[in-house]
């Protein structure tokens, strides 16, 4: 077995959020002070591009998982396993009564009888 490669764990949004007011709380026990804007105010500069789009969400590069392969073998196996003991297919619908029209030589209905077939 090869050795194992540690993967990278993908940032989540709960790390995002606490990094954030770790940086906030830093921020104002060092004197800084949040000012006051009046509503309807802008918040961008002038000549500013739009700092969320100028941002790169994937700038890392792609990182290669290593599959297990007895992880894998054991999902497919079980998949396999589900698909032949699935329910069996459609069974034919049994023989019901229908009515059957009778015809004499002109055409003409004379009576309806009930059939087995």
């Known amino acids: 077995m090869a050795h194992a490669v540690a993967v990278k764990k993908p940032v989540s949004k709960t790390d995002v959020r606490a990094r954030l007011q770790r940086e906030t709380e ?31 969400l994937f700038c890392e590069p792609e990182v290669k998982r290593t599959p297990v392969p007895e992880v894998v073998a054991a999902i497919e196996a079980r998949r396999k396993s589900l698909l032949k003991t699935s329910t069996p297919g459609k069974r034919p619908p049994t023989p019901r009564p229908h009515r059957k029209t009778i015809y004499d030589d002109f055409g003409e209905p004379v009576r309806r009888v009930w059939v087995d077939k």
């Open 26 to 56: 830093r921020f104002l026990n060092q004197g800084g002070r949040v000012q006051a804007i009046p509503q309807g105010i802008s918040g961008r500069e002038p000549g500013n591009s739009n700092p969320f789009v100028a941002h790169t």
